[in-house]
């Protein structure tokens, strides 16, 4: 008898192209596996094209871009443009958390930029409820949606 807990869905989790940090990666990958939910990780420094061509291959009911080295702004408009251009991706929930910037000064205009770019949500300030609480409320949804097929 199988006494795993069924996956609630897949999240793809990556780092930015320029962006060579790991350990962010790895503790994003174990939350949301305790979540309930399975994680493909794309990995550090990953091209905007391989983003979206695995992401368009994997269809994941969500996208998690990780930013440690401050350049999550510049970087991560060009991810979300790249991603919002595939048809098959402009519902897929996307979200950016770490260091966007290397000047805090400028906090809610980079949220809001990043949002109007097309992310669905942005934690700046790397809170981990507030992004449990997103990830809950956004599987709830997808789940629903499922069930309606």
Not at 23 to 36: K, P, Q
Not at 76 to 97: D, E, F, H, K, W
Not at 111 to 136: K, M, N, P, Q
Request: charged share 20%; glycine share 10%.
């Amino acid at each position: 008898m199988d006494d795993a807990i069924p996956s609630r869905g897949t999240i793809v989790v990556t780092g930015l192209s320029s962006d060579s940090h790991t350990w962010a990666l790895v503790y994003l990958n174990l939350l949301i596996e305790e979540l309930g939910y399975d994680v493909i990780n794309l990995g550090p420094c990953v091209p905007d094209e391989l983003l979206a061509t695995e992401c368009m291959r994997i269809k994941p009911m969500m996208v998690v871009v990780s930013s440690v080295n401050g350049h999550g702004r510049a970087d991560g408009l060009q991810a979300i443009r790249r991603l919002r251009a595939c048809s098959q991706l402009r519902s897929t929930p996307v979200v950016i958390g770490g260091k966007l910037s290397v000047s805090p000064e400028a906090a809610e205009e980079i949220t809001a930029e990043l949002i109007a770019a097309g992310f669905d949500a942005v934690f700046a300030d790397g809170s981990v409820d507030a992004f449990r609480a997103f990830v809950a409320l956004t599987g709830s949804r997808h789940v629903g949606i499922e069930g309606t097929k």
